[in-house]
């Protein structure tokens, strides 16, 4: 994964994006390479999602189908060439869409404001749950801080199994 990351990363800086998630999963056949970009310099995420901050929610410049099968194309000759995976593979290049996970303390930086989806990998908080819908409201060093039905509840980063922004219609 470290070469995978070594070869994909300077190619997005290139070209503009920046690495959320990078998987490579065992298939049934093939393994699937799964690249998920965003446009690289981001301040905070926006669009429809709900804004507890004030701030309006402006359209983001998004990654779209057109930017992922030119990254797709150009990915696919490198790995290739550096043959990093040697079994029979596809490649999924895509965007973070809508409930982007949350993966880096930056991620949640950008989140900051927003509802989110997040599960811990033990219970926590007040009622000791693993799963919460809740606004972010500060992300520090080790961890994040939400508001569960007005309650502060900071939660450790090494504790958080997923989060994702909650996307609301």
């Known amino acids: 994964m470290e070469r995978l990351h070594a070869l994909v990363e300077p ?23 799964r690249v998920t970009i965003d446009k690289a310099g981001r301040t905070s995420y926006r669009g429809a999602a709900v804004r507890h901050d004030g701030e309006d929610p402006t359209p983001l410049d998004e990654v779209g189908i057109d930017d992922c099968t030119r990254i797709s194309r150009e990915l696919s000759p490198l790995l290739d060439v550096e043959d990093v995976i040697t079994a029979a593979y596809n490649l999924e290049v895509s965007s973070p869409g809508v409930n982007r996970p949350l993966k880096t303390p930056r991620h949640f930086a950008l989140a900051k404001g927003l509802d989110v989806r997040l599960k811990t990998r033990t219970p926590f908080g007040p009622s000791n749950e693993t799963f919460f819908i809740a606004r972010l409201t500060d992300v520090r060093d080790d961890g ?16 958080i ?8 219609f």
């Open 11 to 33: 190619l997005l800086a290139r070209e503009g994006f920046e690495l959320v998630e990078l998987e490579l999963k065992r298939g049934p056949r093939r393994y699937l390479l």
């Open 144 to 159: 994040v801080t939400l508001d569960v039905r007005g309650t502060s509840v900071e939660i450790p980063f090494r504790l």
């Open 161 to 168: 199994a997923q989060a994702n922004i909650e996307y609301r």
